[in-house]
């Protein structure tokens, strides 16, 4: 197997997988790389061979720092035509993580910087026509509201290519 070469922090949103797995598992190549359904907390964060105990305290804190709460999936939103996802509600307790591992790691920013705002999702399929997309959206739509909670984050490591599985390196308990 591959060493890892990326990680990223996440939040698992398991009370989705039922119904969205389907849709992941066409659209979206994440899944296919075994990371579950999810918010993503930070992404890209530390090469894995860096992440030590001191990282891996650093990120205990952070995730200390927010409490444990509830979160809804209600609505189906796009970034442009490309990008379908999962709005969760409230998304400042997903924003709050962010920041609190971002103040820890200020060289790690969400997307290395590419966005103005960070948004809080669950993506359900991206790059594909889109008409197949929207397809998907209305079948997961049908399932909608998706109550879950939060109580972890997670730190995953792989390398982003199909077939190479991404694997929990530590969970953080929220606070």
Do not use: K, N
Request: glycine share 6%; net charge negative.
């Amino acid at each position: 197997m591959d060493e890892p070469t990326h990680s990223a922090l996440i939040v698992t949103v398991a009370e989705a997988e039922p119904y969205v797995a389907a849709c992941r598992e066409r659209y979206d190549r994440a899944a296919s790389w075994g990371v579950p359904a999810h918010i993503t907390v930070l992404y890209p964060f530390l090469a894995p061979a860096v992440i030590d105990e001191p990282v891996l305290g650093g990120l205990r804190q952070a995730a200390a720092s927010v409490p444990a709460f509830f979160c809804t999936l209600a609505e189906v939103c796009w970034f442009a035509d490309r990008v379908v996802w999962l709005a969760p509600r409230p998304a400042q307790p997903f924003l709050a993580l962010t920041a609190a591992v971002t103040a820890r790691f200020p060289a790690a920013q969400p997307y290395q910087g590419q966005f103005d705002e960070v948004v809080p999702h669950l993506t359900l399929g991206h790059d594909h026509p889109a008409g197949e997309l929207a397809a998907a959206a209305r079948a997961v739509g049908e399932h909608l509201p998706i109550h879950a909670r939060v109580t972890a984050m997670r730190l995953v490591t792989g390398v982003p290519e199909q077939g190479l599985s991404w694997s929990v390196r530590e969970e953080f308990a929220l606070g």
